[in-house]
């Protein structure tokens, strides 16, 4: 199936969304958007979609988004992929505040770094396991009440990770390339050094990032990592039940 071009410079976010949802009601999920400019909602609540963006979406990214692939030629603005499902996102450079706000689903690769509370309420039910992958750093309160799935956190070029990770924690891992620990972790954060077995369950998110991206998967996966997770004894955890 032929790729449609859409070229978003000057246009109206409504406009724009709603010449998508034309395309995927006709069954032509393969898409471009070039010249986006900071429209917001592309791909909310959509399934089937294959979309390619140049340029800069604007907030809530592929909120609710629930399958296929979104790769985004430059950076993202806040809330992407708000409260995901499914599906595959692929950005080429950073994302903003609140990415993979309450995800439920679904993968994100960003090359680049986030800014605050990245995955807060991410969560995990069933079948549905969220998974984030940054390859910068990150703002203050990364994981911030997290209920399931992973975040993996490489800062390839030395960057910061901010104050406050985990905090509320009650579910889910993360994962933080090298041995220096995030400024004030709170209490009820367990931390330790990540063992080989640890690392397995990331395999397959660093392999995916290098094929994106580049770099040398087995080098990163040779590297030390911490491991947080909620302490056994936190009280957030009394609270909530994976199944």
Avoid: W
Avoid at 116 to 128: E, F, P, S, T, V
Avoid at 163 to 172: A, S
Avoid at 194 to 212: M, S, V
Wanted: glycine share 18%.
């Amino acid at each position: 199936m032929s790729v449609t071009v859409i070229d978003a410079k000057g246009m109206h976010f409504q406009t724009l969304n709603g010449k998508i949802r034309e395309l995927l009601d006709s069954g032509n999920g393969d898409i471009q958007i070039d010249n986006c400019e900071g429209q917001r909602y592309i791909g909310a609540g959509r399934a089937g979609l294959n979309l390619t963006i140049n340029g800069t979406p604007g907030n809530a990214l592929g909120c609710y988004l629930n399958g296929e692939r979104i790769l985004v030629n430059g950076n993202a603005q806040d809330a992407t992929g708000d409260t995901m499902s499914g599906g595959t996102m692929i950005i080429h450079g950073t994302s903003g505040d609140a990415t993979g706000y309450g995800m439920r689903g679904g993968k994100m690769f960003i090359r680049g770094g986030v800014g605050y509370r990245a995955g807060i309420h991410m969560k995990q039910y069933r079948d549905l396991f969220p998974q984030i992958i940054v390859g910068g750093g990150t703002g203050n309160f990364l994981g911030e009440y997290m209920a399931g799935g992973i975040l993996v956190v490489l800062k390839l070029n030395g960057e910061k990770i901010g104050r406050f990770t985990g905090t509320g924690m009650h579910g889910g891992k993360i994962f933080i390339r090298g041995s220096e620990l995030p400024p004030e972790i709170p209490k009820q954060v367990a931390v330790s050094k990540a063992t080989r077995e640890n690392l397995a369950e990331i395999e397959p998110l660093i392999r995916d990032f290098t094929g994106y991206f580049g770099g040398d998967a087995d080098k990163l996966l040779s590297d030390e990592y911490i491991l947080l997770k909620p302490d056994s004894n936190n009280p957030y955890t009394q609270l909530y039940v994976n199944n």
